[in-house]
């Protein structure tokens, strides 16, 4: 039988199959090895837990047997691979193994604690041949590809940096978190970090590869701001302003500023019409929010001011990537939204069989749908069966008084509607009146005043009205709501308004400009949840620790403090702390603050207003001195950013540079991203170059970096690919002189010696690596030729 033709059109791209992290410490005998694994995560028993509910319970049991099984042989085949490696190796691991289907990586975090990942390579249908006479086709023929795929150095580098943020929130390392919880919090909090890592982890190339390979704090395009006279177009007076500010704030022991993209068109209007308008959201160009949409990191995006020096510099990288990952993702992020302390999930409501049983699918629609003119339902009946002492379902009790209200309600109206019958001669009222009084009442005193007859029979009717418009409000409350408002939208314009004039996203939550909610101060359990307490771990430099000395001595100390201090004595010379982070946005920064852990003036609302006022007027300056328009400008005025050409002809081909400097943990890079699919930068029709080239150079510059890593002795690379474009490779000193110095003497040393050389191949680890890409002259010519016959082919298609 012939494939279907849709099927073999189908393309699957590459992507994570499955994702485990263990210990072999953990379980050393074969009844204890199950015990090694603390996290796993796979995509196919994903997949199949999703159709578990029509299947029979012996069918979900045999399923989860088959998971398990799998898990414990992937985790056992890769325990077999790298011991059999390390018997060749010089006993180094191996890191990654290459199969027809799939690519696998390992890494050891930690010592003893590995991480395994296995990737799907992309499937594509194969040409095949028409079959000969009397042969058949009984599956599809498809071709595994690892073009457009992670390699597996960049693999390995979101693994070590997802690691790195994870402890951010948790800890210094695995083995104390592991020590200080019990196991099953312990892998409670594993798998709420990973299987969010794993649901949003792309393997494909895309964003820029060539800077996340190197895992540094990557600086915006003019890099920090400047410093002292003369930098004042480069925002030397906004770096003094946030340096007085870390200076003289009380508790805040540093702080970090990011942008990324650039100002909305609403705050590049007029300051006094910019700010303070929700209107001008609705006549804003932006169609999604700023932050939150998925965006990558762009090449001018990064770090402008990287702190005043407390915090180590590998803390910060690591707080920049978690920034990034606020940038792409909003709230949703690990550890802002969602306390990263807490194990707790959301349980699902269980619904009971009989209740399931009394719901009818007309009663299941109505309840999803609901209208004014809602069918009535059928009421419960009384011999339904309940367990002793638990009382009905809710939702049946409310179907059936909300049925009987509204039988009663038709039948009211049919009987005012129709003509008034015959009353029996003992129905009567006023027939009971005249039994009871003998007569006298007619007789002697007259009828009843017509106009006290009409008041009391107005008073019960408007009791019964009041009655009935309560019943019929509280049912419209339920069945019509009155507004019909699109919240989607309505959030998406509050972002977008809070984004142009600044918010917390970790922090105080509401409106910073309304502070008549500052009113409801004292009501504790609504105080708690606008202000979240968010912590990180993070490593403090040595020569800075002891700035933040808090003595149990001083009377300015808090009476908490000290009875504290008394208790727990502080450790001599502390390098990693615990520190409560405050980030606060305003279109295109993101301000994160690091503050003691028990700093006061945080558990005031007042505090966060001042800082947003005091963060407000700093915003224009900032954003002026670090747009990327006016580095390139500077860059210009420099010197030239072009090629340089014999010919008085202009060039209009940049060079784009990367900078990694190992000592300071930063990347600096002027190479674009990898244009997103379908977008007309893709097809080369705007910018520098297309996906396909983009592809071309950074694969480029991935294959160069893994191949030096190797060998510490070269010091140049160039090579031209297929495509048209020159890179090259270089090492330079290190970023201090004296150190470029002492390397330089050691190696034009006449004599030297064992240790000299192993500190001269250690120091090698130090130098600076730089990329410098540019496109070759008749690279235009050829990149002209190449999409000119991909699009003549695919009119021919």
């Not at 990191?297 to 510099?313: E, H, I, L, P, W």
Request: glycine residues 6%.
């Amino acid at each position: 039988m012939a494939v279907p033709a849709d099927h073999l059109s189908k393309v699957v791209p590459a992507q994570l199959a499955f994702l485990g992290i263990y210990n072999p410490s953990l379980g050393t005998t074969d009844d204890t090895f199950r015990d090694q694994v603390v996290f796993y995560y796979s995509k196919a028993a994903k997949g199949r837990a999703k159709g578990n509910g029509k299947q029979a319970e012996a069918d979900h049991d045999r399923q989860l047997r088959e998971d398990e099984n799998e898990k414990l042989r992937q985790i056992g085949l890769a325990q077999g691979m790298v011991d059999f490696a390390r018997s060749f190796s010089n006993g180094e691991a191996v890191d990654h193994v290459e199969t027809e289907k799939a690519r696998i990586v390992m890494h050891e975090l930690e010592s003893g604690w590995w991480i395994l990942a296995s990737i799907d390579l992309t499937r594509l249908p194969a040409n095949v041949p028409p079959s000969a006479k009397g042969t058949t086709a009984s599956t599809p023929s498809i071709e595994y590809s690892s073009r457009e795929v992670s390699p597996p150095t960049l693999l390995l580098q979101h693994l070590k940096r997802a690691h790195s943020v994870f402890l951010l929130h948790h800890g210094t390392s695995l083995d104390e978190i592991y020590v200080k919880m019990d196991r099953a919090k312990f892998c409670n909090i594993l798998d709420k970090f990973w299987t969010k890592f794993a649901n949003n982890w792309d393997v494909m190339l895309h964003g820029s590869p060539a800077v996340d390979v190197f895992g540094g704090l990557k600086l915006a395009a003019g890099g920090e701001l400047g410093m002292g006279v003369g930098e004042e177009e480069w925002g030397s007076g906004e770096r003094e302003v946030l340096e007085d500010y870390a200076g003289r704030t009380e508790g805040l022991v540093d702080l970090m500023v990011s942008r990324f993209g650039e100002p909305s068109a609403v705050q590049q209007l007029d300051p006094r019409t910019a700010t303070g308008s929700k209107k001008l959201v609705d006549m804003t160009p932006e169609s999604e929010p700023w932050m939150g949409s998925g965006r990558y990191t762009g090449a001018s995006d990064g770090v402008v001011f990287s702190g005043v020096g407390a915090v180590s510099r590998a803390s910060l990288k690591d707080i920049s990537h978690w920034v990034e990952w606020i940038y792409a993702h909003g709230e949703y992020t690990y550890g802002v939204k969602d306390s990263p302390n807490s194990d707790r999930r959301k349980r699902r409501r269980k619904v009971t069989k009989t209740a399931a049983k009394s719901q009818t699918p007309e009663t299941s629609r109505d309840q999803e749908a609901p209208t004014a003119s809602t069918p009535k339902r059928p009421a419960a009946s009384k011999n339904d069966s309940y367990r002793p002492g638990i009382p009905p379902p809710i939702v049946v009790a409310a179907e059936s008084s909300l049925a009987k209200a509204s039988s009663s309600i038709d039948a009211q109206n049919t009987e005012s509607s129709a003509p008034e019958p015959v009353k029996a001669s003992l129905g009567d009222s006023e027939t009971w009146v005249k039994y009871l009084t003998l007569g006298y009442g007619t007789t002697w005193g007259g009828k009843r005043p017509q106009a006290s007859r009409q008041a009391s029979q107005q008073y019960g009717d408007s009791e019964t009205d009041d009655a009935h418009s309560h019943m019929g409000d509280t049912s419209m409350r339920h069945i019509d709501p009155d507004p019909d408002v699109d919240h989607a939208e309505e959030r998406r314009k509050s972002q977008i308004y809070q984004e142009n004039t600044g918010y917390f996203i970790v922090g105080l939550k509401g409106d910073m400009d309304n502070e008549d909610e500052d009113e409801d101060e004292d009501e504790e359990p609504s105080w708690n949840n606008r202000i979240p307490i968010r912590t990180l771990q993070v490593e403090l430099n040595k020569d800075v620790s002891a700035e933040f000395p808090i003595d149990a001595s001083d009377p300015l100390t808090p009476a908490s403090y000290r009875t504290q201090l008394i208790e727990t004595p502080p450790t001599l010379n502390p390098k990693h702390t615990r520190l409560r982070v405050i980030v606060y946005v305003h279109r295109p920064f993101i301000y994160t603050f690091l503050f003691e852990n028990r700093t006061e003036s945080l558990t005031l609302a007042a505090f966060y207003r001042n800082l947003h006022t005091y963060f407000s007027p700093l915003h224009r300056p900032l954003s002026n001195s670090t747009a990327p328009t006016r580095v390139a400008a500077r860059i210009d005025d420099a010197s030239s950013p072009y090629t340089t050409i014999a010919s008085n002809t202009p060039n209009t081909s940049p060079i784009f540079d990367l900078v990694y400097d190992p000592r300071t943990l930063t990347v600096h890079s002027s190479l674009p991203n990898i244009p997103e699919p379908g977008s007309l930068s893709a097809e080369g029709l705007t910018g520098n170059w297309s996906r396909i080239d983009a592809l071309n150079v950074h694969s480029q510059i991935l294959s160069t970096v893994s191949t030096t890593r190797r060998s510490t002795t070269e010091i140049e690379r160039t090579c031209k690919t297929g495509r048209g474009w020159w890179v090259v490779w270089m090492r330079l000193p290190p970023s201090h002189a004296q150190d470029a110095v002492r390397l330089k003497e050691r190696q034009t040393s006449l004599k030297p010696s064992k240790t000299d050389t192993e500190q001269t191949e250690f120091d090698a680890c130090d130098l600076r690596e730089a990329f410098l890409v540019r496109r070759a002259r008749d690279g235009w010519r050829r990149g002209l030729a190449l999409m000119r016959g991909s699009m003549w082919r695919g009119c021919l298609v």
